[in-house]
């Protein structure tokens, strides 16, 4: 659930939104402790990622242990900052790159490098105190050549596999709930009724944070689009014709029995 | 030595004098003293591992120098309030007779009936079911025969129920313990004001009995059903009940399906997976209880992907089915064009596709259910089992038309179906087939009528 009319940022270096302070008789902001400790069962909040990468071929720069340029990277769905939710990627690379976990810690969590292998990255995400204590991990298998082989390969045009997922928060903090209310890269779930938030405590300086979200990024205009509404379309359509099948058989079923009953040997 | 004689072997060496003396020897040695031979016999023969019984108490006389005789002699016992002297045998010592009281004296034991005075009665005992004489005489009896109410009722000269007797002898003691005692805390711990006499309860609960001592067989036998029917129910509930208490705080006694439907956000059963028939409670139960398991788990985890989320999902309803059944659910969503993991797995997608496999896991034991039912009935209307494997191919492939879309369904002759698909009842399988699953696996020709 995003509000759309917060969504046009009033500084676009901000994304940070100042939320609305609430009237809450419960909490007072000394007791943002207490906040962060309480969690709101029955409730999950989502954030919807995509991750992925996208390689350069470097054509007749390419040498044979560099022969691609690749970025791997985790995004907002929808190109919002994730460092609402996120405090640092690790990046696991195969061992004979040097220092193999590249670890970073603003958005846009991505990590640039060359080579010329294909190998599974494993990325793992902190995220901040109020929001989960546990780190989770992502797999990505990174892909330089195309799904094509006999088609030429292109320097202009990256080779992108990007996978899209949601990560699932159960049982939020008030605390982070409140943080993230009106935050476009968050999915804010519906409160259960009576359940009011603290006033939010920021978490980081805020004129320090540079950009975060990835519209404008280099590789914005690679990134692929998922559009939910195509998938749910097609589940909706299978259904259709599985339970139309099931209550014809079911029909049949009591058909045969029917006859079956008059066969009955003695 | 008659064996030998037989045999014709020479007779044993020893001279005749020697084997006499030997013999008493070996008797000796084979059975024991004090018990006579007969008796060592019953035993079986042969000397017990732990002796019970210590061989020299068995025989042992008393002691010489005491002289025992057994005279006729009277009697009186402190027992009785006459002075009646009765006779019997007593075991004198040396000439001296027993003293004491009669041995069985001491167990002339009586109740301490609590007796009333007048004026107490017409102070604390009152009763306007009750005239003082029939109180006093309920007392003399109780007295007289020791609170043997059943007696006493019998002898009760009007007529009333034990129950009431017993309630009017215990409310009586009762009030006069408390007015006599100095204070109420001392007789606090005494039984008869602790416990007080519960007429309506001591009725309700003798009825009760009677009635189950009276019930006909048939009667209990019916009652034993309802009860294991009951019992079931409610265990099945209580499993249901107890998965979902992690995450299920709403505070609602309906059943297991209603709460399904009104969890919050985690939740990703639809309303539809609860629509099996009522029969099929039991085996609809275990699924929502697996998948209820399922969702407390995901919940542990804090954090947790989505994909990840609907694997688990994915497996837990697919947990009834072996391997085949899952590849021929895959086999059957690429046909529908459906990404087998879905490609933008948002909330609802991943419900969307929960539901959708489980609606193919249902086909395809729909889809078992009619070719074994129409197997039967072309067995039936053969009526030779031989021709089994190809009747029932003809009919299938009649059936197979309809079904365009799903690939190579069952062929009785290659067939064979994991017998763990069916030993869990999955989500769709009703009760319409309460023959043996087992049956299914079968080769036609091997089904009995008792099957049916």
Redesign the interface.
């Known amino acids: 659930m995003v509000d759309t009319s917060l969504s046009k940022k009033k500084d676009p270096d901000q994304p940070e939104i100042s939320l609305p302070t609430l009237k809450s008789q419960r909490t007072k902001m000394g007791k943002s402790e207490d906040s962060e400790k309480k969690k709101i069962k029955d409730v999950e909040i989502s954030v919807p990622i995509v991750y992925g990468n996208a390689a350069f071929w470097l054509g007749k720069k390419a040498s044979e242990y560099q022969s691609h340029k690749w970025t791997v990277y985790v995004r907002g769905a929808t190109n919002e900052d994730l460092s609402v939710v996120v405090k640092r990627a690790v990046f696991q690379l195969h061992s004979s790159f040097n220092n193999p976990t590249r670890v970073v810690e603003s958005a846009p969590f991505e990590l640039s490098e060359s080579g010329w292998g294909e190998f599974e990255i494993a990325i793992t995400l902190f995220f901040h105190n109020d929001v989960c204590e546990k780190p989770l991990n992502l797999y990505h298998h990174l892909k330089l050549y195309p799904e094509d082989e006999s088609g030429p390969m292109s320097t202009k045009k990256p080779v992108v596999v990007e996978s899209y997922d949601e990560v699932v928060f159960t049982e939020p903090s008030e605390s982070f709930l409140a943080r993230v209310q009106n935050h476009p890269a968050v999915t804010f779930p519906r409160l259960p009724a009576g359940v009011t938030l603290p006033p939010p405590v920021s978490i980081e300086d805020e004129s320090k944070k540079k950009r975060g979200d990835t519209k404008d990024h280099p590789l914005s205009q690679w990134f692929l689009n998922f559009s939910e509404a195509d998938e749910l379309l097609q589940l909706a359509a299978a259904r259709q014709q599985v339970q139309a099948h099931i209550a014809k058989l079911r029909r049949q079923i009591s058909l045969t029995d029917g006859q079956n009953q008059q066969f009955k040997p003695l | 030595m008659d064996a030998k004689d037989i045999l014709g072997l020479p007779k044993t060496p020893l001279p005749i004098p020697q084997e006499k003396k030997s013999r008493p020897q070996k008797d000796s040695q084979r059975k024991p003293d004090g018990i006579s031979r007969e008796v060592y016999a019953l035993t079986g023969g042969v000397a017990p591992l732990m002796p019970s019984i210590d061989v020299s108490q068995l025989k042992r006389r008393p002691p010489s120098d005491e002289k025992i005789t057994w005279q006729w002699l009277p009697f009186t016992s402190s027992a009785r309030k006459d002075d009646l002297q009765l006779y019997h045998w007593v075991r004198v010592v040396n000439g001296v007779p027993p003293t004491g009281d009669y041995s069985f004296a001491k167990y002339n034991k009586s109740v301490d009936v609590i007796r009333y005075t007048d004026e107490e009665y017409e102070k604390y005992l009152t009763d306007p079911k009750w005239t003082k004489e029939e109180t006093d005489q309920l007392f003399d009896l109780c007295e007289r025969f020791d609170l043997r109410f059943i007696i006493i009722a019998d002898r009760f000269p009007t007529h009333r129920t034990v129950e009431e007797l017993k309630d009017r002898y215990y409310s009586v003691s009762r009030a006069i313990l408390v007015a006599r005692a100095p204070s109420p805390g001392e007789v606090a711990g005494h039984p008869l004001v602790k416990e007080p006499y519960n007429v309506t309860q001591e009725t309700e609960r003798k009825r009760a009995l009677s009635m189950v001592l009276s019930q006909t067989k048939h009667q209990e036998r019916k009652d034993a059903e309802v009860l294991a029917e009951a019992k079931r129910i409610a265990e099945s509930r209580m499993a249901a009940r107890a998965a979902e208490e992690p ?1 299920l ?1 709403v505070p609602s006694d309906v059943g297991p399906e209603s709460a399904e439907g009104a ?4 939740d990703t059963i639809s309303p539809s997976n609860v629509q099996a028939p009522a029969a099929a409670i039991a085996p609809s139960t275990s699924v929502i209880a697996d998948n209820a398991s399922t969702l407390a788990s ?2 542990m ?7 990840y ?1 609907l694997e688990q999902m994915v497996q837990a309803a697919s947990s009834s089915a072996g391997l085949r059944t899952i590849k021929r659910v895959e086999q ?2 690429q046909d ?4 087998l993991k ?8 991943c419900a ?2 929960l ?2 496999r489980k ?2 896991l ?2 395809l034991n ?2 078992k ?2 070719q074994y ?2 197997a ?2 072309s067995s ?2 053969d ?1 030779s089992y031989g021709d089994m494997p190809g009747t029932a191919k003809r009919s299938q492939r009649a ?1 197979d038309q ?2 365009t ?2 690939p190579d369904t069952i062929s009785f002759g290659g067939d064979r179906v994991v017998k763990r698909e069916q030993k869990r009842k999955g989500p769709g399988r009703t009760s ?1 087939t309460p023959s043996s699953p087992a049956g299914a696996h079968k080769r036609p020709r091997k089904m009995k ?1 008792s099957d ?1």
């Not at chain 2, 529908?336 to 990404?339: A, E």
């Not at chain 2, 879905?342 to 997608?349: E, F, G, I, L, N």
Request: aromatic share 6%.
């Open positions: 995450d705080p969890v919050g956000p985690g995901l919940r985890l804090r954090v947790y992907l989505r994909t989320a059957t969503l529908l064009g459906v990404n879905p490609k933008v797995p948002t909330k609802a997608v969307e596709h539901e959708l609606e193919i249902t086909l729909l889809q259910q009619l039912k129409e039967e009935g039936f209307r009526g059936a309809d079904r879309f799903v319409e009528a049916l």
